[in-house]
């Protein structure tokens, strides 16, 4: 039974390139969520998304990032023309629909901008 | 602005002893709140949460417990095991449910053999 799978586990970027790093929820689980984790900071919320839906995202910074979760396939966190600032844990987590049903991290995405 | 502290960044206890992992929040509209734990180049692990109509929560050697008037939240461990080494973020979330945690920046537990 397989957990929340990220991939890349770590993405090298020069400046001004894109980023795209990817999520699959857990089976069974309709909801996928994006944190970020900067040095010594704990996790910050970015976005939450249900299939084909973004349901919030208050957390995400307003220029270059955007994410999506297709009906097919996994969810993508897209950053453009990438900042040494971006540099970063990603994580994605996945929850069933029930109310307070406990969110289940991936081993994330590190984010490196040269 | 800090909703969610953990002003203790490392925590060291003696392996079979108690460790005591203290949590405060400053917003009064947060309603649900959970542990996590970490273990270096893995993602947070769920541990135990609590809703806030309970003032204790416990499941084997983990205990949560809930001062509301407070606004402070503690993770007991007991016995601890070296196994239980990892950063433990408490996260608390306003809306009735999990969807968007506000997290600590984590406190550091050391369990020495």
């Known amino acids: 039974n397989a957990g929340v799978m990220q991939n890349p586990r770590h993405l090298v970027r020069r400046r001004g390139q894109e980023a795209r790093l990817r999520c699959s929820p857990m089976k069974g689980h309709s909801h996928v969520y994006w944190y970020r984790q900067l040095p010594e900071e704990g996790l910050k919320f970015m976005v939450y998304?249900?299939?084909?839906?973004?349901?919030?995202e208050s957390g995400m910074p307003k220029e270059r990032f955007s994410a999506e979760f297709p009906k097919e396939g996994p969810s993508i966190l897209r950053i453009q023309q990438v900042v040494r600032g971006d540099s970063a844990a990603y994580f994605c987590a996945s929850s069933r629909p029930d109310v307070n049903s406990p969110l289940h991290f991936g081993n994330g995405t590190r984010l490196t901008v040269t | 602005d800090q909703q969610v502290k953990q002003n203790s960044p490392s925590l060291s206890v003696q392996e079979g002893r108690i460790s005591i992992l203290n949590c405060d929040y400053t917003n009064s509209m947060f309603d649900y709140f959970l542990w996590y734990k970490k273990y270096p180049a893995e993602g947070p692990t769920f541990l135990i949460s609590?809703?806030?109509?309970?003032d204790k929560n416990e499941d084997g050697r983990f205990t949560v417990f809930l001062n509301k008037s407070a606004k402070h939240l503690s993770l007991h461990i007991v016995p601890s095991q070296p196994g239980d080494s990892a950063v433990y973020f408490c996260?608390?979330?306003?809306?009735?449910?999990?969807?968007?945690?506000?997290f600590g920046k984590g406190t550091k537990l050391t369990v020495n053999p």
């Open positions: 998304l249900q299939k084909e839906n973004i349901i919030d």
């Open positions: 996260a608390a979330s306003a809306q009735g449910g999990s969807e968007k945690l506000v």
């Open positions: 609590i809703s806030s109509i309970k």
